[in-house]
């Protein structure tokens, strides 16, 4: 059957549809409202597209995201941070969830996801033994694993922590995330107040 659709437009849809949660018909809707609106909309979209791989970078130390042109994250060089507490996440969103509080003044340890083998996630893909190298480095007091509360995220937790002890760094404080976070849900998408409780609320592990 013959596309009854613009090219363009159809062409559009399916680009949108690519990304994760959109679905058919959002990606029509958020094509059609794209071509309903002014073109300079369209222009200021496809320019920040066009420069999202060659202005953002990532950090070496923390491996958060940083301007292009940085060589380390702000939130590990300035004078104000305290480096030897770190908050280990798993993705970089984790990291705006957590600053978004307003309760945290340590640094961060973004790993690059948690372990998954049905998705194929080993340890070796992530960033912890770079994090135990921080450890060492920075005299890090106290780790606090802020992994998402779900299977992936507390296996993660827990071989960290297996890691930590195996250095021999048994003077380390190892801290969770508490109350307030309910089972299955990602750090990026949980509020404000509830982060802010467990980040208040954290327990020795």
């Known amino acids: 059957m013959k596309n009854i659709l613009p090219k363009a437009l159809s062409e559009l849809i399916d680009d949108f549809g690519v990304l994760p949660g959109v679905g058919a018909r959002t990606a029509e809707r958020y094509a059609y409202y794209m ?40 939130l590990y060089s300035a004078a104000d941070r305290d480096k030897t507490v770190v908050a280990v996440v798993e993705d970089p969103f984790d990291v705006l969830a957590v600053e978004n509080t307003g309760q945290f003044s340590g640094t961060y340890h973004v790993l690059g996801g948690a372990i998954s083998p049905i998705d194929g996630v080993g340890p070796e893909q992530l960033h912890i033994p770079e994090l135990i190298e921080r450890i060492k480095k920075d005299k890090v007091k106290e780790i606090i694993l802020a992994t998402n509360a779900s299977v992936e995220g507390e296996s993660t ?41 467990a980040l208040k609320g954290r327990q020795n592990l």
């Open 35 to 74: 071509l309903r609106n002014e073109t300079a909309l369209c222009r200021r979209l496809a320019g920040s597209l066009e420069k999202l791989h060659a202005h953002v970078g990532t950090c070496p130390v923390t491996f958060a995201f940083i301007d292009a042109n940085e060589d380390v994250s702000p």
């Open 157 to 197: 937790a827990l071989y960290i922590q297996k890691q930590i002890e195996n250095a021999g760094l048994e003077n380390i404080a190892i801290t969770r995330l508490a109350r307030g976070l309910p089972s299955g849900v990602d750090l990026a998408y949980t509020d404000q107040i509830t982060l802010s409780h």
